[in-house]
């Protein structure tokens, strides 16, 4: 589990997390990291870093900006679909136009509340949270841990991963691209399924639409072209063609 707090007051921010650490703790809800800040882009940077098993309390109003909690909920269903979204703020006057951004908010709390009944609000997103948590297990992760980075991303979402200087790897999913130090030997030794083709590219056999003999490339499911050296070719083709004889349907291009 993941909690992600979104607010500008240090005060009002210890205070949730009081809340939250003591609500774990008495319904024994496993609380892997509370991570608690004002600005929205960091939240969204340590996305990639968690579980994916999260829950995610955002102010409304952000160092003046009246809205932006509700903007950084949107950037958060751009990478998790299934976390939970709380909005906790003394703007409660602005539930009624939540749906217009779409988040699937849980619900909202007012700040102003006396402090028995918030922690009560408090205690009962969690424990919806546990509850609709029942059973979760993300037993296909990519997990990669050095003295650099945790990285921990559904393998299913992985399409390629590309060397983009010395020591900074690129992970590319469908819809986000992850950052990190690390070298590809490190990636392709985590898992069978991904396989180097080039100097500086493995990629994710499972994701292979198309193997082109002639331009050096393989098209995966995203459109993307990732080139293939000379030297590779024949491995990645004999790897990809081991998956498709288990799950068939697929097609290489002479």
């Known amino acids: 589990m993941s909690v992600f707090i979104l607010e500008d007051d240090a005060i009002q921010a210890e205070k949730l997390k009081r809340m939250i650490k003591e609500t ?5 809800i496993e609380d892997g990291s509370v991570f608690s800040t004002s600005k929205g882009e960091r939240i ?3 996305i990639a870093h968690s579980s994916g098993n999260n829950i995610y309390f955002l102010d409304i109003e952000i160092k003046n900006e009246e809205q932006k909690g509700f903007k950084v909920a949107q950037d ?20 009624p136009i939540s749906y217009q951004y779409m988040v699937s908010a849980l619900t909202f709390i007012d700040k102003h509340l006396n402090q028995e009944t918030l922690y009560a609000r408090i ?11 029942q059973g979760f ?7 990669l841990e050095n003295t650099h980075a945790t990285i921990r991303v559904p393998f299913a979402d992985i399409e390629y991963v590309m060397t983009a200087e010395p020591h900074r790897l690129e992970l590319m999913t469908a819809n986000r691209v992850i950052r990190f130090y690390g070298k590809l030997k490190e990636v392709e030794d985590r898992d069978e399924r991904l ?13 292979i639409v198309e193997l082109n003999m ?6 995966l499911t995203n459109e993307a072209r990732v080139p293939v050296s000379r030297r590779l070719f024949k491995k990645v083709s004999t790897k990809w063609q081991h998956y498709l004889s288990g799950n068939g349907g697929l097609h290489a291009n002479d």
């Not at 774990?24 to 024994?28: A, E, M, N, T």
């Not at 958060?76 to 539930?95: L, N, P, Y």
């Not at 009962?124 to 609709?132: D, F, G, T, W």
């Not at 002639?214 to 098209?219: I, Y």
Request: with cysteine; net charge positive; charged share 30%.
């Open 24 to 28: 774990c703790q008495k319904h024994h």
């Open 44 to 46: 969204i940077e340590r």
């Open 76 to 95: 958060i269903r751009e990478v998790d679909e299934r976390g939970i979204i709380v909005f906790i703020t003394t703007h409660s006057e602005f539930a």
């Open 123 to 133: 205690e009962k997103c969690l424990l919806k949270y546990k509850q609709s948590n």
């Open 137 to 143: 297990a993300p037993v296909d992760d990519f997990i």
């Open 195 to 207: 396989i180097r083709c080039h100097q500086s590219y493995v990629v994710n056999v499972e994701k």
């Open 214 to 219: 002639k331009e050096k490339v393989v098209v």
